[in-house]
C-alpha cells in the first residue's frame, strides 16, 4: 500500500514538472524560440496580440478624438442656443413693443377714421348749403335780372312816349336792324349753325339774342313762317344758360321741351311760332337773331 502511494505521488510530481516545463511564460528570456504544447510555435501569437493591441490602442484614439470632437460640437451648440435664446429674449421684447405700436397706431387710424367721417358729414353738408344757396342766389338774381328788365322796358316806353313829342336823344338802330326798347336786333335772312350764327353775331359786335320777358318775346315772334337760333344753350343736364352765362328766368318752352333728344340737342331755337325748341347746334342749320344796346 505504501509503495503504490509513493509511486502514485512521484508520478504526479513527475506530471507537474513535466507540465511546468511546457509552459509558455512570455517574461522569460528567450521566450519566442520556445514551442507550446504541441509543437506550435509562441512567435505568432505574440505578434496577433502585438497587432490586436496596437488595434485597439489606434480605435480608443479614434473613439476619444470623437468623443473630444463630439464634446466640443456640444459646446459650440450650447453657446449658439444661449445665443438663440438671447435673440429670441430680445426678439420678444422687440415683438411686444411693435405689438404696442401697432395698437397705437389702430387706436390713432380709428381717430383718423372718425375725424375723417365727421369731416367728411360737414363738406357734404356744407356743400349742400353752398348748393342751396347757389340754386337761391342764381334763381333770385334771375329774378332780379326779369325786374330790371321790365323796368328797363317800361323806362324805355316812357322814353319813346316823351321821344315822339320831343325826338329822340339815342342813335337810331343801323337798317336793316330793328329797334326796341333800347336795343337792337338783326333777323338773318339765311341759315347757318349755332356757333356759325353766334360768330357772325360777334362780328357784328352784338350777341345772339337774350328773351328777357313776355314784351321782347313778343318782338321777337316771327312773323314770316321761320325758326330762329337764339342765344340760350344746356351747359350741363337739366341746366340752361344764356350766352352771357346768366341762368334762366323768363322762359318760353314748347309743350314737352326741352327733351334733349338722344342727348344731342344742347341749342336752342325759336319755332316759327314764339316757341322755344332745344336742338342739335352743329348738324343744323337755320336762321338767328343778334342783339345789341341802342348807342345813347
Known amino acids: 500500500m505504501e509503495s503504490a502511494q509513493y509511486t502514485q ?17 512570455p517574461w522569460e528570456a528567450g521566450w519566442w524560440a520556445k514551442q507550446l504544447p504541441g509543437g506550435r510555435p509562441a512567435l505568432p501569437l505574440y505578434l496577433l496580440f502585438s497587432v490586436t493591441s496596437f488595434l485597439w490602442i489606434i480605435l480608443l ?19 449658439q442656443l444661449a445665443g438663440i ?19 397705437t397706431l389702430d387706436n390713432e387710424q380709428q381717430t383718423l377714421k372718425t375725424k375723417a367721417k365727421t369731416t367728411s358729414e360737414e363738406l357734404r353738408n ?12 342764381s334763381q333770385e338774381l334771375a329774378e332780379a335780372r326779369e325786374d330790371r328788365e321790365n323796368i328797363r322796358s317800361e323806362m324805355f316806353h316812357g322814353l319813346e312816349t316823351v321821344s315822339h313829342g320831343n325826338g329822340s336823344f339815342c342813335k ?29 353775331c360777334v362780328q357784328k359786335q352784338a350777341h345772339l339774342v337774350i328773351i328777357n320777358n313776355q314784351y321782347e318775346q313778343n318782338f321777337l315772334t316771327p312773323t314770316e ?30 309743350p314737352g321741351e326741352p327733351n334733349d333728344s338722344r342727348g344731342k340737342e344742347n341749342c336752342v331755337m325759336m319755332l316759327h311760332h314764339g316757341k322755344w325748341n332745344d336742338y342739335t ?16
Not at 484614439?61 to 453657446?79: I, W
Not at 337810331?172 to 326796341?180: G, H, L, M, V
Request: glycine share 4%.
Open 126 to 137: 356744407l356743400q349742400e348749403t353752398q348748393a342751396s344757396l347757389s340754386t337761391n342766389l
Open 225 to 254: 313762317k321761320l325758326g330762329y337760333w337764339i342765344g340760350l344753350r344746356k351747359v350741363k343736364e337739366g341746366v340752361h344758360k344764356w350766352i352771357d352765362d346768366t341762368k334762366l328766368g323768363y322762359t318760353n318752352w314748347n
Open 9 to 25: 505521488c512521484e508520478t504526479s510530481e513527475e506530471f507537474e514538472m513535466a507540465d511546468t516545463k511546457y509552459q509558455w511564460r
Open 172 to 200: 337810331p338802330c343801323p337798317s336793316p336792324w330793328r329797334y326796341f326798347q333800347g336795343s337792337c336786333y338783326f333777323f338773318s335772312k339765311i341759315k347757318l349753325t349755332w356757333s356759325r350764327a353766334r360768330d357772325d
Open 61 to 79: 484614439s479614434m473613439l476619444l478624438a470623437k468623443v473630444m470632437h463630439l464634446s466640443r460640437e456640444v459646446e459650440h451648440l450650447d453657446e
Open 281 to 296: 347746334c352743329e348738324l343744323t342749320s337755320d336762321n338767328w337773331i343778334c342783339e345789341k344796346r341802342q348807342i345813347c
Open 85 to 103: 435664446q438671447v435673440n429670441e429674449s430680445m426678439n420678444s421684447g422687440r415683438l411686444a413693443d411693435l405689438h404696442v405700436a401697432l395698437s
